[in-house]
């Protein structure tokens, strides 16, 4: 260390640490000038001035006292101004700026001290340097600390919100009467408008809220919805969330997502009773997806055949007994039996056209004419005797597979 350059810093930071408060004042009006994500309101900005404060007055100590770096902490003001900027949501990458320009800043009226003070050349080279070692080390230890002070806030402000907002959407969807004007403003979004209800769940490994975020953010897009959804956690793999409204339909069942990733769809509906019964079916979507084996699993829009197979889903055990009285071989678990049940589906959807069954499936008439006849010859009777029973259980067994069929060694 250059002892002279040491005792001119020493004596010029002496002498600004007696107008510490004004020198601070005016670093921090040029601060928000340069950077207007600074601004706030006036107790931001006022801690702002707290905060540029405590450290130009560290900042002249160590020049002044030779204060050693590696033992400073960044001042109280410093880190309480950070938490804030972290509850307002101001990026990370403001509060960083901003202490750059403030080394900025206050090496220029520091170098302007120096050339002030001396005409050696020599002694104003070494100075400087001395300068610019000792506010690069603390600027980037106090960056550090308030840097975490920031991220700590964000993660338990974000937590402590989402918990707030959670609570509101289970009081809301439990049936509670709500005030629905208090309740937009909790959850940042308008319950008097058109929703529609997603519940996404994975099991890819880590990062499952984060992989459930994506393909929201994706649906959303495809369906042009007019505004950000909610999302709402529902635990560690599975997010609800409620699309504002969307100017298309969606059909999970062609929605690209992760391996291991699937969604639920209600059907849109307005207003708060809407908001509560979109999420109602997607629900309902979803424990018929969840009731399918994972690699025959398939993600599912509600619709009028995904309600009654969700009530089958309470007892899977007298469903596939059930089924199995109705279809018996029909109820068989391999490919030929798939393709005989899935014709017959298409069939009675068709109100028994062939050659609308046909065209759907991309088959002969007389292929279908075939199969029709073959279903009909192992249920015993014709596909419109018991029609309900029979539609009822071949859509069972299409949306659950394996879970409600007959392996083929039974």
Not at 105 to 110: G, Q, R, S
Not at 213 to 232: F, N
Request: glycine share 6%; charged share 25%.
């Amino acid at each position: 260390m250059h002892s002279d350059a040491a005792e001119l810093l020493a004596r010029i930071a002496g002498g600004l640490s007696r107008h510490a408060l004004a020198l601070s004042e005016r670093l921090t009006e040029q601060m928000l000038q340069i950077e207007p994500e600074l601004r706030g309101d006036r107790r931001v900005e006022s801690l702002l001035r707290a905060s540029v404060t405590g450290n130009v007055v560290i900042a002249l100590h160590i020049y002044e006292l030779g204060l050693d770096i590696g033992e400073l902490d960044a001042p109280a003001e410093a880190l309480e101004y950070a938490r804030r900027l972290a509850q307002r949501g101001t990026s990370i990458a403001a509060l960083l700026r901003a202490y750059r320009i403030g080394q900025r800043l206050f090496n220029d009226h520091m170098l302007g001290e120096i050339t002030a003070a001396t005409n050696d050349l020599d002694l104003v080279t070494a100075a400087v340097a001395e300068m610019n070692d000792r506010s690069f080390a603390y600027t980037d230890r106090v960056s550090q600390q308030v840097a975490t002070a920031y991220q700590d806030e964000r993660d338990r402000w974000l937590q402590n919100q989402m918990a707030v907002r959670t609570a509101r959407v289970r009081s809301i969807l439990s049936g509670q009467r709500v005030d629905p004007g208090d309740s937009e403003r909790a959850l940042g979004y308008r319950l008097d408008r058109t929703h529609l209800g997603l519940v996404v769940w994975s099991d890819a490994g880590v990062d499952q809220l984060r992989v459930a975020k994506q393909v929201v953010t994706t649906i959303a897009d495809q369906v042009s919805c007019q505004g950000q959804p909610l999302l709402i956690p529902a635990d560690e793999s599975t997010l609800w969330a409620w699309l504002p409204q969307p100017e298309l339909e969606v059909d999970p069942a062609a929605v690209s997502t992760p391996g291991a990733t699937w969604v639920a769809a209600g059907r849109t509906a307005a207003g708060l009773e809407g908001f509560r019964l979109t999420h109602r079916q997607a629900i309902q979507a979803q424990v018929v997806a969840m009731s399918a084996p994972a690699p025959q699993r398939a993600s599912v829009s509600c619709s009028a055949q995904a309600g009654p197979i969700a009530l089958m889903c309470s007892d899977l055990a007298a469903t596939r007994a059930w089924i199995g009285e109705i279809l018996g071989s029909l109820a068989r678990d391999d490919d030929a039996t798939a393709e005989l049940r899935e014709t017959a589906r298409v069939f009675l959807d068709t109100n028994g056209s062939f050659q609308t069954t046909a065209e759907r499936l991309v088959l002969h008439r007389n292929t279908v004419q075939y199969r029709i006849r073959k279903v009909e010859a192992v249920l015993g009777h014709s596909l419109r005797e018991g029609r309900l029973d029979v539609e009822v259980a071949l859509l069972a067994c299409r949306w659950l597979g394996s879970t409600v069929l007959q392996s083929v060694g039974d």
